[in-house]
């Protein structure tokens, strides 16, 4: 599966893998040390505790890893008459209500922020649309429909 990301979430995702390779691995090696010290591991919470967190330091970097290989890299989009992914769209609603959007990867959306993901109900519809265009998008109340005003 295709990671859709920006330069710098790509950067900060190799920065944290690196981090949890070197810093986090070590800090659960000491961890793990400090508990054995304690003695009999079969009741030693300190141990048990240990261990989980290196059983999610490494799913950690497994995920990461994944993430990193599978990674597609998005830039703003130079193309301003068709939306795709990395567009900033400008879209009226129904009522006239005027919003924003930034078509991201899933691991960027903020939808408060106007970064929503290319696989969201609203971003699926709008890839691929051209200004003038009108979408409907299906939520709970009913059908919104967005018009495309500006695509940058």
């Known amino acids: 599966m295709s990671h859709y ?15 949890l390779k070197t810093t986090g691995r070590i800090e659960i090696a000491e961890r793990l040390k400090r508990a054995k010290e304690f003695g009999d591991l079969s009741e030693n919470a300190e141990y048990t505790d240990a261990r989980e967190a290196q059983d999610r330091l490494e799913m950690r970097l497994d995920e990461l890893e994944d993430i990193l290989k599978n990674a597609v890299l998005i830039e703003k989009s130079k193309r301003h008459d068709i939306v795709s992914i990395g567009s900033s769209v400008a879209v009226r609603r129904d009522g006239g209500e005027e919003r924003v959007f930034t078509i991201v990867g899933s691991s960027e959306a903020d939808p408060v922020n106007g970064r929503i993901s290319n696989e969201s109900p609203i971003g699926r ?16 109340s009913g059908e919104i429909s967005y018009t495309i005003i500006r695509i940058s």
């Open 5 to 19: 990301l920006s330069k710098e979430r790509y950067e900060a995702i190799q920065r944290e893998l690196e981090e």
């Open 125 to 140: 519809v709008l890839l691929g649309t051209r200004v003038g265009q009108t979408v409907s998008v299906p939520a709970p």
